[in-house]
């Protein structure tokens, strides 16, 4: 018991650290935004052109992922596609649909190290180029502590103007972490990032542990010169499937559990040996008694 508190203890005077996730393709097996392109056409946002044009990026998207400036055309169609929406009704859209749309796209292997990050002490944070009417509640969703996502202008009118107020794109990821580890006192050293795409390079080399998970061609090759472990997702899993795990205490109350559940442990494991000598000394008195029995009977 002793063993394990200062176990504890000394993991908690590390300093801290983060798990960075990208979200499409790493965390969840689709583009964010262009799955719920669906839910803007019945809600009045989008018309069927609209609908099947993202269709067609949706299948690029995962066809090969999106380079450079594939994303700088994406960003720009969207841009012009969402002027003009009414951001609450944006928000309560993506609340309405969300789980139907994102619990079943969900990597299961994503939603372990997310557990697993979390079970260490470790924040985890969404670092997505999406928007964050989108990000944000997948987020949640998915129990992240902090959530990086771009940001629309919005008018006075409650409306997208249709201008980008914050791209989390490419190096300006990398921004977001460093000024994340200031705020927040992350060890960098200690932090790992997982990215899909050959664009979030710079998040990645940015940590001491990164990962490329489902790497685009140009990602794996970099990984593969840098020597950066590569992971395969491929099992969707809708989170009420795994919902014990996604219920857990706050972290606090996780370390708590942890301490008592290895004092619980010791003390079982006390008791069992207690148990087990207890019955070895009885078998063994049992036997000397036979022994006398027989030896008294031979006389």
Not at 28 to 49: D, V
Not at 182 to 195: I, N, P, V, W
Not at 272 to 287: D, G, K, L, P
């Amino acid at each position: 018991m002793a063993g394990t508190y200062a176990l504890l203890v000394e993991n908690h005077s590390l300093p801290r650290a983060a798990a960075f996730f990208d979200l499409d393709k790493t965390v969840i097996a689709k583009s964010s935004t262009l799955t719920f392109s669906k839910s803007f056409y019945q809600g009045g946002l989008i018309n069927r052109r609209a609908v099947l044009r993202t269709a067609y990026a949706q299948f690029v998207f995962l066809a090969g992922g999106a380079d450079h400036d594939q994303m700088e055309r994406m960003r720009e169609y969207l841009s012009a596609l969402c002027k003009g929406w009414n951001v609450q009704q944006v928000k309560e859209i993506v609340a309405e649909t969300l789980h139907d749309l994102i619990d079943p796209i969900i990597y299961d292997e994503a939603a372990s190290l997310i557990e697993e990050h979390h079970t260490a002490g470790r924040d985890v944070v969404i670092v997505s180029t999406s928007g964050a009417e989108v990000v944000e509640p997948i987020g949640e969703l998915l129990g992240a502590d902090r959530v990086v996502a771009t940001r629309m202008v919005v008018g006075a009118d409650g409306c997208f103007t249709g201008e980008v107020e914050y791209y989390a794109y490419g190096p300006t990821k990398a921004e977001a972490i460093r000024e994340l580890a200031e705020s927040e006192g992350y060890d960098l050293s200690r932090c790992y990032a997982y990215s899909d795409s050959a664009t979030d390079v710079p998040m990645l080399e940015s940590v001491g542990h990164p990962y490329a998970v489902n790497p685009d061609r140009a990602l794996r090759r970099e990984a593969t010169a840098r020597d950066w472990p590569i992971l395969v997702f491929n099992r969707p899993v809708r989170l009420k499937q795994r919902l014990p795990a996604f219920s857990l205490p706050p972290r606090p109350a996780l370390v708590a559990a942890a301490a008592v559940g290895a004092a619980a442990a010791t003390a079982g494991l006390v008791w069992y040996a207690s148990r087990r000598r207890s019955a070895a000394a009885q078998i063994a008195a049992t036997a000397t008694v036979k022994e006398v029995v027989n030896r008294f009977a031979r006389i």
